[in-house]
């Protein structure tokens, strides 16, 4: 079937099946080098776009896509920077806290868009000029709720917040904070230092509490003298009464 016309239309009404008779899938050409499928409501004389195709291929969906039993995968040309090859795009009005997401079911019998999944959100956050956002991660402990919950989260300044317990394994097992490409040593399992420790205090704490309302313990590195007067002290919390224990 070849038509040539200012407006090549094709209409298809399913007279046994759809739920108005009168209503009709259209399929036109039209602009843009554009194939364009739409949907003719008879009831309320409307006709809504529903997906297009164009000449390069580019294809755009009003709705969900469905994919059954197989794979998407999507090609890109190797360059010197990743491509952008999955863009989640929103719409409308800015609002802190919305964004976008990426569900992955985890039960072949119950998952859903919200339960039984596991998320990674990408999340407008509050300040800056109106783009900040922050990275998300949710999965699901069926044991203690079927909904996700967030368990880590990347800030939009790059701070990085746990929820739960770490956990270092294989065969470097080391935590390394600060500047410690040319400092740290092959024995150094836990190292915190670096240039941006120049001049500054730096402590671990152990305790119930850290904000002098509770008891614990502080080893304290005091790092705003100079040279040799820069101290490490264990120091007691004590319940705000501090107690350096030993210097």
Sequence with gaps: ?????????????????????????????????????QWYDDSASSTTETFNIDSSG??????????????????S???SSPTSIIYLDVDGTNTDGGGGSIVFSTSASAGT??????QIRGVR????????????????????QVTPQRRMLISKEGDVTF????????????????????????TDRLYIGGDGLASQDAAIYIGNRGND????????????GTGNNNKLILKSENNGTNVDMLS
């Design 163 to 186: 929820d739960n317990d770490i956990t270092v394994e294989g065969g470097h097992q080391k935590i390394l904070v600060g500047t410690y490409s040319n400092y740290a040593q092959t």
């Design 1 to 37: 079937i070849y038509i040539n016309n200012t407006s090549p239309t094709l209409g298809f009404t399913d007279s046994n099946s759809f739920t108005d008779a009168n209503d009709i899938y259209i399929i036109r050409g039209t602009s843009g080098n554009k194939l364009q499928f």
């Design 77 to 79: 040309s190797m360059s």
């Design 58 to 75: 580019s294809a755009t969906f009003a709705g969900d896509i469905t994919v059954s039993g197989g794979n998407i995968e999507v090609d």
């Design 213 to 224: 309302t509770g008891y614990g313990y502080r080893i304290y590195y005091e790092g705003t």
């Design 125 to 144: 956050a509050s300040g800056g000029d109106g783009g900040d956002s922050q990275l998300e991660f949710y999965t699901t402990l069926v044991s203690d």
């Design 113 to 118: 868009l919200t339960d039984y999944n596991a």
